[in-house]
């Protein structure tokens, strides 16, 4: 392999791995508040490509980008009310249960409604727009969207750890019954994780589908599991932690189809996850935590 | 998290194992409607029988009924071995799918009659030590769940010191490795990789795959009725407790799991003759999914829901086929009817059954006549105070 193509897979790994790690944002911080994998979170994803096709078919793109992102948000919050709250007491396995039960509906009503059949996603001006650096040619979303991943990490950081209800977040996330007890409304921190989950889910659906062109009612269900994955290996609950194993798992995925070893690059990221759940169970950045595994 | 989770894990057959019908329970106090129960067990089973046999005297023109309750008994015993981790043991694994791929590759691939092997495998060939190696339908599936044992023994060593969601998602993960390995072109010649194998003999009659799914669910209820049945659900109680107690954890469900893993390999056996052609698209998450939607419904720790359940889902998607197909009134044609549709409310269906009737059909208690009579009467008694 030339160093070329080495640094055209890279680039490629790592605009994948940006869109991989704005999605495990949402599942780590989902994970670290309600101790849920939010299986829908995935479909959510996958939601957003549909609102934004249908909403820049009759808008410019400048106002169609917002709409698709609040669509994504409201429904993100629409699920984690009807679906989550009410077993907010409730034995785990339920709630999990009830989020793979959201995930399936979503499949389903995205089948029924939008067919089964690949829609072309939109192209938003200029995002194609190819550039070449000697023997390399990218486009700018590639280079956009690890870009964007790492100024809305930043942004994130600063509001988890430096407003009210950043600390609102992680006082819930340590000791719900606690926070509750210190005033902290438990519910609306809660809806507000979700609020940037699927935003964060929102965004990444834009960039990652910009350069796969293409939604199908099944497009979030693998991504889904794998960003979880990445939440996973970066630590439950680190949001560092979560991008920086989105990253690693967009870049190993890249390679081992450019090695030719596609049948084996899903395989390849759920023997990450159990190699890292047997070796270092918190993650690379996880704070120990006993009733883990 | 022990603590929460309990709430509707835990049995309480302690107190109730009269109306539970547990085994122990019965053989103790007189039951002072045995006669009864007796007479209405045999009664009922005649009648299932009789109703067996005439669809089967008339198989062709009741094929339809005929492969949807075939399609049951099979479910029913992947949702059995299924409730027998997550209800009875409390390991909640979510690598079905993979496991009944392995059974049903083995069954498949050992069961095509050897002149069809060559149209079978036209694209890759055939391993030449598979090319003679023929099995009857049985052994074949007994094959078939002893790799899908053997695979679940191998992964259970790590994986079963997860707990609750992490081994759900470490399950998966395998399922999903499974699938990826069957697909791989390294085993071409013997799963014949992307195009899967058809050819698959069928069932003879409807009797066949009823007959090993009965027999498949007899063993699993002696086994939870046993002492280690027992023993599983101590440590789905409380594991801190169980141990106490001198249950060996890690040897129960290290048991749990493969002899789970074991029927659900001979139901993805049964559901290979029962599709006759298979690939690793088959046996994707969604498998899993409607296999643990069964045990939902049916209530996570009763055999007998498990199987109502699966009667109820593969029954209820067929008559809620209407819903797919376009209906009008007069000429005005209702936009909601179009293929899809029925999905949606199955699985809205399934929603409401998850958010407000969490203990599903039989919550972890067991079908008796008792239960059924002792329901009608408090209904009755409700009925005549209003």
Known sequence: MSLATFVQHLLTGISLGGAYALIAIGYTMVYGILRLINFAHGDIFMMSGYFMIFAIASLPWFIAVPIALIGTVILGILIEKTAYKPLRSAPRMSV??????????????????????????PEIPGLKRIFTFGEITTSLVTILTPVLTIILTIVLLQLINRTKIGMAMRAVSKDTEAARLMGIKVDSTISMTFLIGSLLAGIGALLYFTDRMTVYPYSGALPGLKCFVAAVLGGIGSIPGAVIGGFIIGICETFIVAFGYSTFSDAFTF???????????TGLFGEAAADKV | MTEKNKGSLVSKDTGKAYASGDGKA???????????????????????????????????????????????????????????LTGFTGLFSLGQAGFMAIGAYVTGVLTIPVTARQSVYYMNGIAPWLEKLHLPM?????????????FAALIGIPVLRLKSDYLAIATLGFAEIIRALLAAPMMDTITNGSYGINNIPGYKNMFQPLLIAAVCILVMLLLINSSYGRAFKAIRDDEVAAEAMGINLFRHKELSFVISSFFTGISGGMLACYMRSIDTKTFQVTLTYNVLLIVVLGGIGSVTGSIIGSFLINGGQEWLRFLDEPHAIGAFQIPLFRPGFRMVIYSLLLMIVVLFWRSGIMGNREFSWNLLFQRRRKKKAEGGET
């Open chain 1, 96 to 121: 999990m249960i009830s989020a793979i039960g959201v995930a399936y509906l979503l499949e389903n009503l995205a089948t029924y409604l939008f067919t089964a059949i690949p829609m072309a996603y």
């Open chain 2, 26 to 84: 019965f053989a103790k106090r007189k039951d002072p409607h045995r006669g009864r129960n007796l007479t209405l067990t045999v009664i009922t089973s005649a009648l299932f029988i009789a109703l067996m046999v005439w669809y089967q005297k008339n198989a062709y023109d009741h094929s339809y009924a005929i492969s949807i309750i075939e399609r049951s008994a099979i479910y029913a015993v992947g949702a059995v071995a299924m409730n027998l």
């Open chain 1, 271 to 281: 023997m990450l996850l159990i190699i890292i759940l047997l070796v270092r169970p």
């Open chain 2, 138 to 150: 049985v052994p074949a599936m007994i094959l078939g769940g002893l790799a899908a044992a053997g």
